[in-house]
């Protein structure tokens, strides 16, 4: 089944404490992107990655990293997380061209800092 | 920079009925997608319908239809015969044309519409 996986599916940490969210797609896309959702904003881009050691920041990339080793994977990095990166965190994978154009979302990762 | 306006926080239908959700954008391309998106309570981003801009008719998937008006800048989601399963967060989202090979391409979301079926 075509699919992007999201781990942990919640997480509750500390403030200054490093963490890491997985994401990783079986579909062989090569755009990958990680949003953040938060009540009445919709949501909003942190990073993208068009290829292979390609990635580049989007609209929110305060105090996250992100690295693309492997195709599949694109892992979300918060190295001292904050309260306000308590969010819904989605990892998104997209096929660029064809009839059937779209994203594929993860399943969402819940994250509070407390 | 684009952007996504969905102006009903909230929408209530009764089952069986019919809603429409509004959205509109804002935008200087003439090329461009045009996403719905639902969102259950699972939180699981579901696709429900695609709009490229360069068609003129619109869009349609079974019960969900787009009245896409593009000198307008609007597109709004039409779900009929609504049944309980259609209850969540509702996303319109835009993405620009990708010009280049390195290009992002980045969904604009709006805020949202909640959707309630009343039984």
């Known amino acids: 089944e075509a699919q992007v996986t999201q781990n942990p599916r919640y997480l509750i940490t500390v403030t200054g404490k490093k963490l890491t969210v997985t994401c990783s797609q079986n579909?062989?896309?090569?755009?990958m992107s990680w949003y953040r959702q938060d009540p009445g904003l919709g949501l909003r881009q942190i990073y993208y990655s068009m290829n292979v050691e390609v990635t580049d920041k989007g609209d929110v990339p305060e105090g996250y990293k992100v690295s693309r080793k492997e195709k599949r994977n694109f892992p979300l990095i918060l190295e001292s997380p904050s309260p306000n990166q308590t969010s819904l965190y989605f990892c998104?994978?997209?096929?660029?061209?064809?009839?059937?154009?779209?994203?594929?979302f993860g399943s969402g990762t819940r994250l509070t800092v407390v | 920079a684009q952007t996504v306006t969905q102006s009903q926080p909230e929408m209530s239908v009764q089952e069986a009925e019919t809603v429409t959700l509004s959205c509109t954008y804002d935008t200087s391309e003439s090329d461009y997608y045009l996403f719905w998106y639902k969102q259950p309570p699972s939180r699981q981003m579901i696709l429900v319908i695609r709009?490229?801009?360069?068609?003129?008719q619109n869009a349609t998937e079974n019960r969900f239809s787009v009245n896409f008006q593009k000198a307008a800048k609007s597109f709004s989601l039409k779900i009929s015969d609504s049944q309980l399963g259609d209850a969540a967060m509702y996303f319109c989202?835009?993405?620009?044309?990708?010009?280049?090979?390195?290009?992002?391409?980045?969904?604009?979301f709006g805020t949202g519409t909640r959707l309630t079926i009343i039984p």
């Open positions: 579909m062989n896309h090569e755009y």
């Open positions: 989202a835009y993405r620009s044309p990708v010009t280049s090979l390195f290009g992002n391409e980045k969904l604009t």
């Open positions: 709009q490229e801009a360069y068609k003129q």
């Open positions: 998104a994978s997209s096929s660029r061209t064809g009839e059937n154009y779209g994203y594929t």
